[in-house]
């Protein structure tokens, strides 16, 4: 089986508060430095939208120990990112088993759980 069939993204974006761009793109470079040390990272990048001032983080990792594991390397990261923007969405999809892992130790986040479709990828 390979690593990819366990895959689960996390899509949180971050509407950022105004004149705090600047600092919230310095957290930035705190998070790919944390994020960088963890061996169940696929990937992990920011895309920022000028428009409506949000920026997303598209990142995924191997299972659900890997996002519990990214969650707590990040947590001081994130406790920063919300001191300077607001959580306006927070999504993580993959396989149904591996989201039901994190139900619980996620309960207190205002997190939507997207499951796989059985036949819906290649």
């Known amino acids: ?3 990819l069939s366990k895959a689960i993204s996390i899509h949180p974006y971050f509407k950022i508060n105004e004149g705090r761009l600047e600092d919230f793109k310095k957290n930035i470079g705190d998070f790919i430095s944390r994020t960088q040390t963890e061996d169940k990272c696929f990937y992990y990048d920011f895309s920022y ?4 001032n949000i920026a997303f ?3 995924a ?3 659900a120990d890997g ?4 969650l707590e390397n990040v947590n001081a990261q994130i406790e920063c990112a ?5 959580m306006i969405r927070l999504e993580i999809h993959g396989p149904a088993d591996e989201l039901a892992k994190l139900k619980e130790p996620l309960a207190e986040l205002p997190v939507s759980f997207y499951e796989h479709i ?5």
């Open 61 to 63: 990792y191997e299972g």
């Open 67 to 70: 996002i519990l594991t990214h």
């Open 118 to 122: 059985d036949g819906a990828k290649f």
């Open 57 to 59: 983080c598209r990142e």
């Open 49 to 52: 939208c000028e428009e409506e």
């Open 1 to 3: 089986m390979s690593q």
């Open 82 to 86: 919300l001191t300077m923007s607001e």
